[in-house]
């Protein structure tokens, strides 16, 4: 693609933006425009980043169209449309916390969290009401896994098997 061109200002923010960005999107991005310009084929440089051919080429158009941007507005996604996730942030959190408290310190007579029992508390304490759906979807988000605690009985017989219709041997 030669319709690309980058002052050497330019390059050099790229490469400095390679190597402190966290952000995977900016690295692909600035990778990709680097080696647009090093000559390096939009088919090399899809097969190397794992993308579609196409969005190179969108890339590069809104790298050129945003020239009245900073430099790293340029290169970062535009802020997403629609309603700021209000409870999903509050519920990320408060989680934590949470989670390592019992509920019955929060006067529950439960010795383990369910997602309805969190969403209790939390709209007790916030005044919002919340889903299990998203309380889930906010724990699976932030790597927290538990499985449902299993029944024992507290006091086994020694002849529990027996009474179940097993054998005496059991």
């Given amino acids: 693609m030669h319709s690309l061109t980058l002052s050497l200002s330019e390059r050099c923010a790229l490469e400095k933006q390679i190597r402190e960005t966290k952000d995977v999107k900016v690295l692909k991005r600035s990778q990709a425009l680097l080696w647009l310009i090093e000559g390096i084929s939009v088919q090399e440089i899809s ?10 080429y ?3 158009s809104l790298y050129q ?29 408060e989680l934590d916390t949470l989670l390592h408290e019992s509920p ?15 969403g209790k508390v939390l709209q007790r304490e916030h005044g ?16 927290y896994v538990w499985k449902r605690p299993r029944y024992a009985l507290a006091r086994q017989s020694p002849t529990w098997a027996q009474e179940k219709g097993g054998s005496k041997e059991g």
Avoid at 47 to 56: F, K, M, N, V, W
Avoid at 130 to 135: A, D, E, G, L, Q
């Fill in 47 to 56: 097969q190397r980043l794992g993308i579609s051919r196409q969005t190179i």
């Fill in 58 to 60: 969108d890339w590069v």
């Fill in 65 to 93: 169209n945003r020239r009245n941007q900073s430099f790293k507005d340029r290169l970062y996604d535009r802020p997403k449309p629609g309603r700021s996730p209000k409870k999903t942030t509050l519920i990320l959190r």
């Fill in 104 to 118: 019955k310190q929060y006067g529950y007579h439960h010795t383990e969290w369910t997602a309805s029992l969190l």
């Fill in 128 to 143: 919002i009401a919340m889903s299990s759906k998203t309380i889930r979807r906010c724990l699976h988000q932030s790597h």
